[in-house]
């Protein structure tokens, strides 16, 4: 339990400080206010350490906290948007079976960036801004892969220490 | 590895590679490179005006809420100068010119986009 607590407060700070760089970072593929979805590292260890409870309590909190801190309003819709159809797919990724957490991951990254767009789409009502969805999707597959080959290297240690305990 | 992970492994290269193909061809077709005739101000969604891009000329978009927004049309090519939104991501944009390429201010749900020349005649009557 109490290094429940703990790995959760690590990954949750890797989180942060993944937001803050990436609210740094600027991505600039013609949508503005997009986020390259670097905390979604922290996300796909923990579901697959923890489960999608806790998971969903990760995502939540730092898109909360680095909205407050690195960001705006705006910039929190966008994360929401943003994290809210990639946690999904993720879990339906991960729910066929089909995938390893690198698949998973790469599901995500993509998604992540479909649902930037969409809400982008949203705000300004102009669908023509679909034209930077291509650029857009090799971003989330690079993102995606990068922290999915991250988090399967990382994953067997988090889980040693749990065994151990 | 055992065969299992392997073949899961492949699975997430395989959809990788599916995705980065699709956006290629995608972008074969959508990213003609071809420059643009005419800038469309879309404000909501609405096209409220438009402009010939190889007139040289300076415009005030005005939005909902007191937005305001400076576009300068040069040469070919458009940016937006000014504007008085919180994040001026719309200035940071830069130059553009090609046909499907545009500027989006977020805040002013204002989005610049530029256009081919065939519509010319059909928008400039309904306008
Ligand atoms: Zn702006």
Redesign the interface.
């Known amino acids: 339990m109490k290094l429940k607590v703990s790995q959760m407060g690590l990954l949750l700070s890797v989180a942060l400080i993944l937001s803050y760089i990436e609210s740094v970072i600027p991505f600039n593929f013609g949508i503005p206010g997009m986020k390259l979805g670097l905390p979604n590292l922290a996300v796909v260890l923990t579901l697959y350490l923890f489960g999608w409870k806790e998971a969903l309590l990760i995502n939540l909190t730092r898109i909360l906290l680095s909205g407050f801190m690195f960001g705006n309003m705006a910039g929190i819709l966008f994360s929401l948007a943003g994290a809210a159809v990639s946690f999904l797919s993720m879990l339906a990724a991960r729910k066929t079976g089909i995938f390893d957490l690198c698949g998973v991951s790469i599901c995500g990254g993509v998604t992540h960036n479909i649902g930037q767009i969409l809400i982008a789409v949203y705000v300004v009502r102009t669908a023509g801004i679909m034209y930077y969805l291509p650029v857009l999707l090799i971003a989330g597959v690079i993102t995606g892969a990068l922290n999915g080959m991250i988090a399967m290297r990382t994953e067997p240690y988090l889980k040693k220490m749990q065994r151990r305990a | 590895m055992t065969e299992n992970?392997k073949r899961?492994?492949r699975?997430?290269?395989v959809?990788?590679l599916l995705?980065?193909t699709?956006?290629?061809i995608?972008?074969a077709v959508?990213y003609q490179r071809q420059d643009g005739q005419r800038v469309v101000i879309?404000i909501?969604?609405?096209a409220t005006a438009e402009y010939d891009l190889s007139v040289n000329r300076t415009v005030t978009i005005r939005t909902a809420d007191g937005g305001e927004n400076v576009l300068t049309i040069q040469d070919g090519s458009c940016y937006m100068k000014e504007a008085n939104c919180?994040?001026h991501?719309?200035v940071?944009?830069g130059h553009i010119h090609r046909k499907?390429?545009?500027i989006?201010?977020?805040?002013h749900?204002?989005?610049i986009?530029i256009e081919g020349g065939k519509e010319a005649e059909v928008d400039a009557v309904v306008r």
Not at chain 2, 104 to 107: G, Q, W
């Open positions: 992970d899961k492994w699975a997430g290269f959809l990788a995705i980065i699709f956006s290629l995608f972008m959508l879309l909501d969604g609405k919180p994040d991501i719309c940071r944009e499907g390429q545009s989006i201010c977020l805040p749900h204002l989005v986009q």
